[in-house]
């Protein structure tokens, strides 16, 4: 099980579980990216965004949109990861808050897929 990403789970100690499970989380990654439809989606916005600032055509500002703190690592925040270019951005703290409240709305709606997925898979084998 990969952990969840918490106020008591660092930086550090997140850095450390990931060099030492790398080859586990890697796996991992790979089978969600195969099976979860949301998670290739946050994947492929966030490479958009990543190569969208890599090339110039979208500015990472310097201050957060929500606290209006100034970050050196503002962070590309995602209410509907199918529209890329709609981004809030926000500090490392504010976005920590955000995913906090859409984590519940995304455990529940990865339960309904994983429901399903189990349906039609006992399905097929009868
Ligand atoms: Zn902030
Ligand atoms: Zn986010």
């Not at 310097?62 to 951005?89: G, L, N, Q, T, V």
Request: charged share 45%; proline share 2%; aromatic share 10%.
């Amino acid at each position: 099980m990969i952990k969840p990403y918490t106020a008591k789970n660092s930086k550090e100690t997140n850095d450390k579980y990931y060099s030492e499970n790398k080859e586990k989380i890697n796996e991992k990654r790979r089978l969600m990216y195969k099976i979860d439809e949301h998670y290739r989606l946050v994947c492929k916005t966030k490479e958009l965004i990543r190569k969208a600032i890599r090339d110039k055509e979208i500015e990472r500002p310097m201050y957060c949109s929500f606290c209006k703190r100034f970050s050196e690592r503002i962070e590309a925040h995602h209410e509907d990861y199918s529209k890329p270019f709609i981004i809030i951005w926000l500090c490392h703290q504010c976005h920590k808050d955000q995913h906090r409240i859409f984590t519940r709305e995304e455990i529940t709606l990865r339960r309904r897929i994983k429901a399903r997925k189990k349906k039609e898979e006992s399905n097929k084998g009868e």
